[in-house]
């Protein structure tokens, strides 16, 4: 059974710092993508970041770039979001989401997280 399974979501200052963790079990990821999401109260999911573990292809939604990186841990089956200068437009529950290149980045991935929340307070 695929398990993806994130930490390190927590409350932080505007301008703080946070980084989440994806623990992936189940099967392995080495020849897929990677991606995390992220839902405000009120809005719809929506995709922040992607990495291709094959190749290292890398894709982030505008409004985060310069400020957050996506990275993997193919040893540990881990992948990570450090997010850096956070504001009040972060406040999300964030989602790992595996699976197709094409899938991910377009919202349909073949596996999804529980969800960490992130909370940021100004």
């Known amino acids: 059974q695929v398990q993806l399974v994130e930490s390190g979501g927590g409350l932080v200052q505007a301008g703080g710092s946070l980084r989440l963790s994806c623990a992936t079990s189940?099967?392995?990821?080495?020849?897929?993508?990677m991606g995390w999401f992220r839902q405000a109260p009120g809005k719809e999911r929506e995709f922040v970041a992607a990495?291709?573990?094959?190749?290292?292809?890398?894709k982030y939604t505008d409004s985060v770039k310069g400020r957050f990186t996506i990275s993997g841990d193919n040893v540990q089956n881990t992948v990570y979001l450090q997010m850096n200068n956070l504001n009040d437009d972060d406040t999300a529950v964030y989602y790992c989401a595996g699976g197709l290149w094409g899938l991910v980045v377009a919202g349909r991935p073949n596996y999804w997280g529980q969800g960490t929340q992130v909370t940021v307070s100004s």
């Open positions: 990495m291709s573990l094959t190749g290292g292809v890398v």
């Open positions: 189940g099967r392995t990821f080495s020849g897929y993508t």
